[in-house]
Nanobody, 118 residues
Framework: QVQLQESGPGLVKPSQTISLTCTVT??????????WNWIRQAPGKGLEWVGV???????YYSPSLKSRTHISRDTSKNQFSLRVTSVTPEDTAVYYC??????????WGEGTLVTVSS
């Protein structure tokens, strides 16, 4: 049974970079035809899709975040990562990683809170 676990610093200063990693167990991030997503939820707001890296390594990003976002993977560790640069307090959110199959986000990590504050 696949499980996802987010990890990374809980506090980041404005103008710096959020760096998060999602560790996947019970399944390979290169297995056809899954895609591995990052989603976030700011306090009091709805879910916001951030971006995705597919089983073949291709990436896609939310247009509103594309200029500041990068998703990569380490297949040797079965992990994928998110970087968001030049952060502001508006980037404060619970960040989730999730596996997508056929357009459905079917397995989620528990989420990790990242606070942007000086």
């Amino acid at each position: 049974q696949v499980q996802l676990q987010e990890s990374g610093p809980g506090l980041v200063k404005p103008s710096q970079t959020i760096s998060l990693t999602c560790t996947v167990t019970g399944g390979s991030i290169t297995a056809n035809y899954y895609a591995w997503n990052w989603i976030r939820q700011a306090p009091g707001k709805g879910l916001e899709w951030v971006g995705v890296i597919a089983y073949d390594g291709s990436t896609y990003y939310s247009p509103s975040l594309k200029s500041r976002t990068h998703i990569s993977r380490d297949t040797s560790k079965n992990q994928f990562s998110l970087r968001v640069t030049s952060v502001t307090p508006e980037d404060t959110a619970v960040y989730y990683c999730a596996r997508e199959e056929g357009g459905s986000l079917e397995v989620w990590g528990e989420g990790t809170l990242v606070t942007v504050s000086s």
